[in-house]
T-cell receptor, first 115, second 114 residues
Framework: NAGVTQTPKFQVLKTGQSMTLQCAQD?????MSWYRQDPGMGLRLIHY???????DQGEVPNGYNVSRSTTEDFPLRLLSAAPSQTSVYFC??????????????FGAGTRLSVL | QKEVEQDPGPLSVPEGAIVSLNCTYS??????FMWYRQYSRKGPELLMY????GNKEDGRFTAQVDKSSKYISLFIRDSQPSDSATYLC??????????????FGRGTQLTVWP
């Protein structure tokens, strides 16, 4: 099992550019989430999904889009990058309800800089 | 006010010391309490979890939950330089619209020096 795989590991964007951060898991997990981590702010939830076709907003959803067409993949789209989106992004997945949904497995992260 | 509060430190202790890390929370619906460990430039990994109140021990690590005070703790005995990392507390509700969603503290950065 590869677990949770995030690509790319590093990315530099110019203000206004768009891009997609990829996340894939091979554990057949129902739940998937995207977080951003900034110094002194901890992990903040951007968007999450409780199953294919179902997504919801977290704490800081503005400027980001998600979709979940398959169980395995949960891409995060930056629509028009801004310097405030410079951060480390983590994708996480977990089992569905009643099966340890609270135990999340994290990817290695994507470090994004927006100039 | 954030739902989960955690002192970010940093905390620096000598090898062999007992370390105490703490979080407070405001949402009485939280039933699952977790501690994640994050090494530098890596993703968080689950260290321990506890359901409802009580203690749980795993080797040198002990997790405590006091739901009446809305306070959780992680104790590390005989700390080692390899314990140097950021420790994040996280919580989850048992049921309801936020089932499966985790609420994280800001993380406490710990350094154990030889």
């Amino acid at each position: 099992n590869a677990g949770v795989t995030q690509t790319p590991k590093f990315q530099v964007l110019k203000t206004g550019q768009s891009m997609t951060l990829q996340c894939a898991q091979d554990m057949n997990h129902e739940y998937m989430s995207w977080y951003r981590q900034d110094p002194g702010m901890g992990l903040r939830l951007i968007h999450y999904s409780v199953g294919a076709g179902i997504t919801d907003q977290g704490e800081v959803p503005n400027g980001y889009n998600v979709s979940r067409s398959t169980t395995e993949d949960f891409p995060l789209r930056l629509l028009s990058a801004a310097p405030s989106q410079t951060s480390v992004y983590f994708c996480a997945s977990s089992y569905g309800p009643g099966q340890g949904s609270f135990i999340q497995y994290f990817g290695a992260g994507t470090r994004l800089s927006v100039l | 006010q954030k739902e989960v509060e955690q002192d970010p430190g940093p905390l620096s202790v000598p090898e062999g010391a007992i370390v105490s890390l703490n979080c407070t929370y405001s949402n009485s619906a939280f039933q699952y309490f977790m501690w994640y460990r994050q090494y530098s430039r890596k993703g968080p990994e689950l260290l321990m979890y506890t359901y409802s109140s009580g203690n749980k021990e795993d080797g040198r690590f002990t997790a405590q939950v006091d739901k009446s005070s809305k306070y959780i703790s992680l104790f590390i005995r005989d700390s080692q330089p390899s314990d140097s990392a950021t420790y994040l507390c996280a919580m989850s509700a048992f049921r309801g619209s936020t089932l499966g969603r985790l609420y994280f503290g800001r993380g406490t950065q710990l350094t154990v020096w030889p």
